[in-house]
Nanobody, 125 residues
């Protein structure tokens, strides 16, 4: 059983930065592509970023490209999301997820088999 635990969320002012972490246990992280998604109140869950198993390929939603950076440390079984130039519209619960399919990077949530419990990110204006 794969377990994912997010941390690093909080309240920051617009223009600030946060770094989210996702610790994976239960299986070796290096086998899986990993993704970050987010869900704002009253909205559907949306794709934020994804990274392949070795960390050489990444994909970002257009609305975060250039501001957010996804990375991973397979030795530490951890995935990160560095978020800079935060905006109030980035406010959401952020989830990390593991894609065990072995396919190309995906921005579809149904490709991801394992999910964390989420961490709240709130950006004040």
């Amino acid at each position: 059983q794969v377990q994912l635990v997010e941390s690093g969320g909080g309240l920051v002012q617009a223009g600030g930065s946060l770094r989210l972490s996702c610790a994976v246990s239960g299986r070796t992280l290096s086998r899986y592509a990993m993704g970050w998604f987010r869900q704002a109140p009253g909205k559907e869950r949306e794709f934020v970023a994804a990274i392949n198993w070795i960390g050489l390929t990444t994909n970002y939603a257009a609305i975060v490209k250039g501001r957010f950076t996804i990375s991973r440390d397979n030795a530490r079984n951890t995935v990160y999301l560095q978020m800079n130039s935060l905006k109030p519209e980035d406010t959401a619960v952020y989830y990390c997820a593991a894609d065990t399919s072995g396919g190309v990077l995906s921005d579809f949530s149904n490709r991801y088999a394992y999910w964390g419990q989420g961490t709240q990110v709130t950006i004040s204006s």
